[in-house]
């Protein structure tokens, strides 16, 4: 039967749980452990499909499907696993889920409760992924302890403490701040905290303390004596240059070996993490001398979370060529046809973001065609595949009216038009194209020479799609249609022959990108950046 581990957060949203989560797994599954991750989300939405980036990030899409929270990105990239719909529960399921049982009588009369039914449901959430295939499942509560939408998952955390003692431990990530006026750190929020987690009836097991500066011996015996945890036990989370630093940091501070201990396991007869692998990627990314200077263009890029996914694929896709990224945020919105070449001349390369909406669709316009007409290297992924075709339509087809249904309903000339299945939905959640499909690469091509397969598969999120009425005249102009879903007859890749390097996919390669694993087409994009 799998352990189950927690790791809750205190004094302040954004201290990285799920990194120290991912950081964690990665140990384990480095010690030879069979591990999954799993993030509870406290907010009333189903999922986070319909909630703007700016508000929580990007949205993360599993292969099955499910739109999730983006730490299941993080999940996904350190453990070079495959998350599923399981992998993330919000109270919004939770509560769908429950009515849905009184609806059809499944409680017998029963008045319905926060206590047991829904913590029962939470239960049943965080158990259904013990099937036999793991030997450790994380579980990352979301939001801060003492916020009134965790209760319930906290309080889910300490029945199964009480329920199976020795199968379930929680690790509480708190902040140390530091007081320049004073030049100490303090650990009073950490206390409190702790106390606030106490109140809702959870013991700490294991203390994480984000910090700035080093956090010294006495200092953690201290913050062990008043929060009733071990000394050996507090181990500090001190700020790294990059994410990816921080599974060793945790090695170095023993985080793994303690977890053990705690659980029953016998140090003597567990082998150690071999980290290899994920040092060798660390070092090629601090030995790099050459940069690779690229543009994102979109409409989200005030938010560092919005584009996570595509951030951290072209960070690995730059490690594995032996180079620096260098990476800009463009806001669409303020790219016009006369200032986009003061703009975007200093870039190497042009990523064109996904999205939804007209606001700053013309920016993208001027910044394709900017690329296209200067042989610079540029990948449209989703709404950037479809900007690339409206593009090529208007400018070079000649039909100046060309749209997407989306941002003009009326339009003569929709190159993108509304999947067929699209048109009868009516509602916003869940009702994309989403998931994995397969894609057939048309041989000779140049995405089938960097995928060096014929068959593909990746993730979708998308309502609209290449309108093949349109097809024949795009192939006969030099845009060709690569890429094909065979079953839906819909057009996946297009690329242009006569440029360096212009690719639009319709899916989201960079949910497939790991740091051990980095994704061939943003490798691919990169490489050609940089000759």
Known sequence: MAKFIFVTGGVASSLGKG???????????ARGFKVTNQKLDPYINVDPGT??????????????GQE???????YERFLNIRTHRENNITTGRIYQNVIEKERRGDYLGHTVQIIPHITDEIKLNIQ??????????ITEIGGTVGDIESLPFVEALRQMKWEMPERVLNIHLTYVPYLAAAQELKTKPTQHSVKALQQAGVQPDVLVLRTEHEI???????????????????????????IYQVPLNMQSEGLDRIVLRKLGYDLNEVPEANMEAWKQFLQKRQNAKKEVHIA???????LHDAYMSIRESLSHAATYNDCKLCLDEVLSDELTPENVSKRLGQYAGLVICPGFGTRGIEGKFAAIRYARENGIPCLGICLGMQCMVIEFARNVLGIPDANSIEMDSETAHNVVDMMEEQKRVSQMGHTMRL?????????????????????????HRHRYEFNNLYRDIFERNGMHCVGINEQANLVEIVELKNHPWFVGVQFH???????LAPHPLFLDFVKTVLH
Do not use: W
């Open 128 to 137: 259904s992924l013990d099937n036999g295939q793991y030997d450790f499942i």
């Open 435 to 459: 998931g994995a499909y397969d894609c057939h690469l048309q041989e000779g091509s140049r995405v089938h020479d960097i995928y060096k397969k014929e068959y593909i598969r990746e993730r």
């Open 68 to 74: 999730t929270d983006l730490d299941l990105g993080h």
């Open 216 to 242: 010294s011996a006495s200092m953690k015996a201290k913050v062990g004596l008043f929060c009733n945890v071990g000394a050996e036990a507090v181990v500090q989370s001190i700020d790294a240059s990059s």
């Open 19 to 29: 990194i120290i989560a991912a950081s964690l797994s990665k140990l384990l599954q």
């Open 51 to 64: 909630l703007n980036p700016y508000e929580h990030g990007e949205c993360y899409v599993t292969e099955d």
């Open 509 to 515: 390669p960079e949910y497939s990108s790991t740091v």
């Open 296 to 302: 994102l263009v979109g409409k989200y890029v005030q």
